[in-house]
């Protein structure tokens, strides 16, 4: 069973900027894609950004394109997003999740998703 701690939430101004770190334990995490994933009050989880395995490929929602970048370290088992150019349309609780397959890139295509981080962003 993978674990994924997710860090690096908080409080920021409109415009602001943030970085979310997520470990994952265990061996396999080279094997799979690792997306990040969010929820705002009342609202359904919505997938963010998406990795593959390698790296190699990413894919964004339309809503942050251009303002947020997903990236990977593989030796040390962790998935960041980094989050430019914040909106108050932000705000949501943050979660990381894996992959079950080395390329899948959608919304069904993760299975396991770590305890969120709270993103606030002020206008």
């Known amino acids: 069973q993978v674990q994924l701690v997710a860090s690096g939430g908080g409080l920021v101004q409109a415009g602001g900027s943030l970085r979310l770190s997520c470990a994952a334990s265990?061996?396999?995490?080279?094997?799979?894609?690792m997306g990040w994933f969010r929820q705002a009050p009342g609202k359904e989880r919505e997938i963010v950004a998406a990795?593959?395995?390698?790296?190699?490929?990413?894919a964004y929602a339309d809503s942050v394109k251009g303002r947020f970048t997903i990236s990977r370290d593989n030796a040390k088992n962790t998935v960041y997003l980094q989050m430019n150019s914040l909106k108050p349309e932000d705000t949501a609780v943050y979660y990381c999740?894996?992959?079950?397959?080395?390329?899948?890139?959608?919304?069904?295509?993760?299975?396991?998703w770590g305890q969120g981080t709270q993103v606030t962003v002020s206008s």
């Open positions: 999740a894996r992959g079950f397959r080395r390329y899948g890139l959608g919304p069904a295509d993760f299975d396991s």
């Open positions: 265990g061996r396999t995490f080279s094997m799979n894609s």
């Open positions: 990795i593959s395995a390698t790296g190699g490929s990413t």
